[in-house]
């Protein structure tokens, strides 16, 4: 009679961690930003924790903290992008500046010292 083949054990991948805390776009600290899924009502909420920055969006069954983050982060963006387009451009100087007047300086009372 023969032997029974031993049995191998499983060995378990370990599944990589998403990260749930982020850097704050605002305030710049890091792991200040704290993501909240929550399912049932189907919003995903980041908070900061030093600045009180925060933004809410819907989120699907598949979402994760890093979905809702990246989606701050493109609205943030294109909400910068508009603000820029609104902004009139800056005129750049061309010609006499405050320091080209001098010929016109009358002296002040230094001038009248003389």
């Known amino acids: 009679m023969g032997r029974r083949k031993a049995t191998q054990k499983k060995i378990k991948k370990k599944r990589p961690e998403v990260a ?35 933004w809410q969006t819907r989120i699907n069954y598949l979402s994760e903290p890093i979905d809702v983050f990246s989606e701050w982060l493109d609205a943030t963006e294109a909400e910068a992008d508009v603000e820029a387009e609104e902004r009139p451009a800056h005129r750049q100087r061309t010609g006499a500046g405050p320091t080209d007047d001098l010929d016109d300086y009358d002296g002040g009372e230094a001038a009248d010292l003389l």
């Open 20 to 54: 749930k805390k982020f850097k704050c776009l605002f305030c710049n600290h890091e792991n200040a930003v704290e993501c909240e899924l929550n399912h049932k009502e189907k919003i995903g909420s980041l908070k900061c924790r030093i600045c009180g920055e925060g």
